[in-house]
């Protein structure tokens, strides 16, 4: 079996923390993964390296062309029976027996014209799900989603939810310091504007900071930073970028609350990962949400800004509130892990080997 690692990143995104996390839990299967990055313990074939994110929108495009000429080839040269493709890409109308993992339908849920990933999944992605053996996907909402967006039969999708890494987020047992927490892309769907005008109608909101952690977008930065002049809390809102995935547990556990009011998610990691650090979580009563949160975490309507502010206003002054959250979320998280996630998927692929 031949498992698709073209767009491994050097910067962990969450597809590539999936692919690598699974990874480790489909050793019975017999695999050649297609790479550009040495991993240890496997069989590797080496590819080229110019075919992922960090190539920008070149690297995604090579890798297109790549998956459609050149895969095809390795496949038929390796003599393989099915290739694993943990994003939906795969080559179409040859030979190749495919099952893929699919995260969302955002593309389409918040379509701008001019996106290249709206082009992507309302054109090329159907294809690759109406041709693959199997669809794996993060969330029953993303199940939902692919049979409402593309008509393909619920029985050709298998829900496997995320995980988290359990030797890197834990309880620290750090002092809690004064600041609200986003982590994640500064798309519009993101809702981050909304969670910046709650925040400055924060009773006492000179008390606190609101850290905004994700990789700048000259598309989108500037809105923000603006916004957040205009309210007059540029010392309090801090713009982190990117922040190394070592140093993430540490920010998560000394954060007030992890805030994620997000419009929709396929699945929502920072969720899960806040709650296995034993960190209070505020996120949206739609989509993969309340699937990932359980009764975990305080679910608000994203649209509505004086529910996001209540709820930040709940955990800063209520430590029994903070508790009880804290509790709660441990046990929530101790439900996902990247064992179950990685068997699940194995059985998936044994069907169709």
Known sequence: MLINLSFLSKKPTGITTYALNILV????????LLTSQSISGYECYEIS??????YGTKGHFNRLLWTQFQLPQIYKKLKSSLLFSPLPEAPLYNNCRFVVTSFDMIPLRFAKSSSPLTAYH?????????????????????????????????SKITPIPLAHDR?????LNLTTRNYFLYIGRQDPYKNIQRLISAFAVLPNCKDYE???????????????????AELGITNQVKFL????????????????????????????????????????????????????????????NPYNTGEITEAMQAIATDSVLRSRLRTLGLNRASQFSWTKTGLATTEVLKQYS
Not at 25 to 32: A, C, F, I, Y
């Open 210 to 228: 609101l850290w905004l952690v994700g990789p700048s977008d000259s598309r989108y930065t500037p809105t923000l930073t603006a916004q957040v």
């Open 49 to 54: 390296s110019k075919l992922t994110p960090d």
């Open 122 to 154: 309302r054109y090329y992605t159907p294809q690759v799900f109406n041709q693959a053996q199997h669809i794996i996907c993060i969330s029953q909402t993303t199940a939902k989603d692919i049979t409402d967006f593309y008509q393909i039969p619920a």
């Open 167 to 171: 030797t890197h987020f834990y309880p």
């Open 241 to 300: 970028d990117y922040v190394p995935y070592g140093e993430l547990p540490k920010i998560i556990n000394e954060a007030i609350a992890l805030v994620f009011p997000s419009l929709w998610e396929g699945f929502g990691l920072p969720v899960l990962e806040a709650m296995a650090c034993g960190t209070p979580v505020i996120t949206s009563n739609l989509s993969s949400l309340p699937e990932v949160a359980g009764d975990a975490a305080i679910l608000i």
């Open 25 to 32: 839990n489909l050793q019975s299967l017999k695999l050649t």
